[in-house]
């Protein structure tokens, strides 16, 4: 213990928490499609360049300012400046809308999971998916009827959530990413294996890596790199931060922050070739282009990949039942972060234990999640993850970079990670900081925006968009700057051990 904070039982167990963030639905699903989007294999430039100029960076400057300032994000932040407290709590408020449709989601997995082994879905996978299964109504207001099985999933994926965290740092985070994360790798790599020895697995293979290098030239292409990479790492979500926070005085920062990098990139590869794969399987077996059965999200998970695992015999439910439960294990180790992040940001403030914590934290998320159990669920979801990432992780990811680029200045963190780790960086990471990633964040926000001003998202009325969308960001600003006017309660964190002078 360190000044009475929790602490990871070794640093391996802090980087396999770290990766389980990352490592997440984003990497399966989201992924394959976005490289096959954006030229194929020519994607791959543009990714690279956001991880070594975003990535990397911003994930040293997440894990040195947590384990600096020894605090949950709203904390850490306050040490740094005070005045910029509430940027810590914005995502820690945002954090919750995750939750809500990241169970719902985990709660389908679950149900399909079991369908595998007997294809329960029949043979419209579709049909089955949004009018027998979700019972989808006709509008994002319409909420039509309670779906139990996906409310039973939610509970009890919340109740894990909360066993896990009710655990502590050590005893449950740790654990439960050591288990599930060898697990989830293991299983990906025999889908993988599986996929790419399926008849017409190298056409999908061709269809994702053979490079478009037009592409190149396109804005958007670069957006999508930098938004994928802020994605998948769990950046600017009060994660990183907070986990670094458990760290022990000494430990090495630069190289982590490789590290977990380097494991959720190779981690996405292999996805995108199981997925790919399996897609170029689809594709032949049906006669049809890869162009024509390629998608993403839930269409690819609940829709596509259903109806394949159907075509396949007895490999199907194998493979079915892998697909499905890999979601769930991906899944739960980037839910457990965020419930971590929201608990250590309550207790820093509170000092209340960290057991009531977690138990009212999650009776009010499954509480909330609860809603999304209905025949509206879908809608909201679709809503809420494009505000919340076009608009909460780009602007805390921008403000954040403000904040320690031009505020506090990159030196105080680059001499404080670079005392401590093995491998120096250098002012190159200044400049990123202060330059680099403030600007393609700007730009990624420009161009949301003004595709959003041209028509909502999604083809949705304004009406929803407003409500579900634009609320959920105001509502998250604003609840972030009334908490942050609220004094800090928890007698351990009013210190700043390692300058030895009271900040806050
Ligand atoms: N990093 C996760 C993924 O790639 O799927 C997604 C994610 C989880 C983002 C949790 C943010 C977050 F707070």
């Not at 990397?56 to 949950?72: A, V």
């Not at 169970?103 to 999971?113: N, Q």
């Not at 139990?148 to 050590?170: A, N, R, T």
């Not at 030239?217 to 999508?224: A, R």
Request: hydrophobic fraction near 50%.
């Amino acid at each position: 213990m360190d000044n009475g904070r929790e602490q990871w039982g070794s640093k391996l167990g802090f980087i396999l928490a770290a990766v389980g963030s990352a490592v997440g639905l984003g990497n399966i699903w989201r992924f394959p499609y976005v490289v096959y989007e954006n030229g194929g294999g020519a994607f791959l430039v543009p990714y690279f360049v956001a991880i070594f100029t975003a990535g990397i960076p911003i994930l040293i400057l997440e894990y040195g300012m947590g384990h600096k300032f020894r605090g949950s994000t709203p904390l850490s932040i306050a040490r740094a400046n005070k005045k910029w407290e509430w940027l810590g709590w914005w995502p820690v408020v945002t954090a919750f809308f995750i939750l809500s449709y990241y169970s719902m989601i985990l709660s389908w997995a679950m149900k399909y999971f079991t369908l595998s082994f007997n294809k329960g879905w029949g043979s419209n996978t579709d049909a089955f998916f949004h009018n027998d299964f979700l019972q989808l109504t006709s509008s994002p207001f319409e909420f039509g009827n309670f779906i139990w099985p996906v409310l039973l999933g939610i509970l009890l994926i919340w109740g894990i959530g909360w066993f896990i965290c009710y655990k502590g740092v050590k005893g449950g985070i740790e654990k439960l990413n050591k288990i599930l994360l060898p697990t989830l790798i293991g299983i990906i790599v025999i889908i993988a294996i599986r996929g790419v020895t399926l008849e017409g697995a190298t056409l999908g293979l061709n269809k994702l890596f053979t490079p478009d290098w037009s592409r190149l030239t396109d804005p958007k292409v670069w957006i999508s790199a930098y938004g994928q990479v802020f994605y998948s790492l769990s950046l600017a979500m009060g994660i990183m931060m907070t986990y670094s926070s458990y760290l022990p005085r000494k430990t090495d920062i630069n190289n982590s922050a490789f590290m977990t990098a380097f494991a959720n990139c190779g981690f996405e590869f292999l996805c995108a070739i199981g997925v790919f794969a399996i897609l170029g399987f689809m594709a032949t077996s049906q006669g049809v282009g890869v162009d024509e059965v390629v998608s993403s999200g839930v269409g690819l998970a609940f829709v596509v990949f259903p109806e394949v695992f159907s075509a396949m015999g007895a490999w199907g439910s194998i493979l079915g039942a892998l697909f499905f439960i890999s979601l769930v294990f991906a899944g739960l180790t980037s839910l457990v972060s965020l419930v971590e992040a929201i608990t250590a940001s309550i207790i820093d403030k509170t000092g209340w234990e960290r057991k009531k914590v977690v138990s009212g934290l999650c009776i009010v998320g499954a509480t909330i999640s609860s809603v999304f159990a209905t025949g509206a669920g879908l809608y909201l979801l679709d809503i809420i993850d494009n505000f919340v990432n076009c608009y909460a992780i780009v602007g805390v990811g921008l403000l954040e970079a403000i904040l320690i680029g031009w505020i506090v200045k990159p030196d105080i963190i680059r001499n404080h990670v670079n005392k401590i780790s093995y491998f120096r960086i250098g002012k190159w990471w200044d400049f990123i900081v202060k330059f680099v990633t403030p600007t393609m964040l700007i730009i990624m926000l420009v161009q949301s925006l003004i595709s959003e001003l041209k028509s909502p998202y999604g083809g949705y009325p304004l009406a929803a968009t407003l409500v579900y969308g634009w609320a959920i960001i105001g509502f998250g600003v604003i609840v972030a700057l009334l908490i942050s006017r609220k004094p800090w309660e928890n007698k351990s964190s009013d210190k700043n051990e390692e300058d030895g002078e009271v900040v806050i």
